[in-house]
């Protein structure tokens, strides 16, 4: 079994924004197939691991996205700079002076998004908004043809942030790009590991699902979730920590530190009531501490999953992050391991009759 510090690290290195999840995916069947009774993945490329479990009983299905916010190559200038599309929402500001890698299948490609300096602006200019139309990558070549050429880069190569992971305090926070999803995504491949070391006698039929282009509308979990067809979804997802200066608990509600939290409103999705009790109770039988965001925005991948074929009673499960989207964002390792057992004892918990009376209005 793999240790949560190398699955996180793992996962917040490796680049796939939405639409270019292959490198993702190959970790991700890697750690699947020597768990998992079959393992496919659906026409656009999300990956279905069928875990097996107790014959005849319900279908439980856990989901995490793969692919991360990104941009991609658009077109090249004559001077031989790159503009680009967006993959998923940025901010503009969180696009400017930062290191990339644009991925390409003859070699990775660093390059950075140049800024005009200080020094030749105007008062009123040092005021102004970055936009990002006028943003560009410089990969430090002098021509278009070089670009072409020499480097092999060409319109709808993908581009992520570059960003090392790092430890915090000691390994208490951890620093990363791509927490937005790979956090959940290292979550439900630890979770599936530990119920598959140990042993214990499954009470549904376990599915664990990696989603593709999530950051541009929720389309990966739309076609995977229609595959499976599950009985009761649990998303895992990268939450909105509102405990730094400049954010509002009236923005969001949870905190680094304080346990994995659950969404009982996005602009998304409102959970199934009964499935929200009980990841409550099951939260304080096992003594998991659990918070509570009420978010206006965001939406998320467990409202595809609701939303399939007649319904599924769904919840998404968040571990608080600050500074999503963008090249360096945090989360709790104390969270990550809460929410490991958070979302085991909710498998372990879903016999039959659970999700029976779940279902029932
Ligand atoms: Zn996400």
């Keep these: ?10 996962f917040s290195e490796v680049g796939g924004p939405s639409g270019y999840e292959s490198r993702v995916r190959e970790i991700v069947v890697s750690k699947f197939i020597p768990i998992a009774r079959s393992v496919e993945t659906d026409q656009m490329g999300s990956v279905i691991a069928n875990l097996g479990g107790l014959e005849g009983s319900p279908k ?102 570059f960003s090392p992971f790092s430890v915090l305090n000691d390994g208490e926070l951890l620093l990363g790009k791509a927490w937005d999803d790979r956090a959940g995504l290292a979550l439900m491949i630890k979770v599936v590991q530990e119920i598959e070391s140990s042993k214990s006698d499954k009470v549904n039929l376990l599915f664990a699902v ?44 949870e905190r680094i530190g304080m346990g994995p939290t659950i969404f009982l409103h996005d602009s998304s999705m409102i959970p199934n009531i009964k499935l929200r009790d009980f990841v409550k109770d099951v939260a304080q039988k096992k003594g998991i501490p659990l918070q509570f965001n009420v978010l206006t925005g965001y939406g998320q991948d467990g409202s595809a999953l609701q939303r399939s074929r007649e319904g599924t009673p769904t919840i998404n499960i968040a571990i608080p992050t600050r500074y999503l989207h963008s090249h360096n964002s945090v989360i709790s390792y104390k969270d990550f391991e809460q929410a490991v057992s958070l979302v085991r004892s909710l498998v372990e918990g879903l016999d039959s009759k659970t999700v029976e009376y779940i279902k029932k209005f």
Excluded: C
């Excluded at 070549?141 to 050429?149: D, I, L, R």
């Design 60 to 161: 439980v299905m856990i989901s995490a996205h793969m692919d991360e916010v990104g941009l991609m190559v658009k077109n090249v200038t004559e001077e031989g700079y790159i503009k680009f599309q967006q993959l998923g929402g940025w901010l503009d500001q969180a696009i400017v002076n930062q290191r990339w890698v644009i991925l390409n299948d003859k070699k990775d490609v660093f390059g950075v998004t140049g800024i005009k300096t200080v020094h030749v602006m105007s008062p009123e200019e040092r005021k102004k908004i970055f936009d990002a139309k006028e943003l560009f990558i410089d990969v430090g070549a002098p021509t278009k043809e070089y670009v072409e050429n020499e480097l092999g880069i060409s319109p709808g190569d993908p581009i992520v942030p």
């Design 210 to 253: 990696a989603t593709v282009q999530e950051e541009v509308g929720l389309r990966g979990a739309t076609t995977s979730s229609y595959m499976v067809n599950p009985d009761i979804g649990i998303n895992l997802e990268a939450g909105v920590a509102g405990d730094f200066p400049g954010i509002t608990t009236d923005e969001s509600q």
């Design 1 to 10: 079994m793999d240790s949560s510090i190398d699955l996180l690290r793992i």
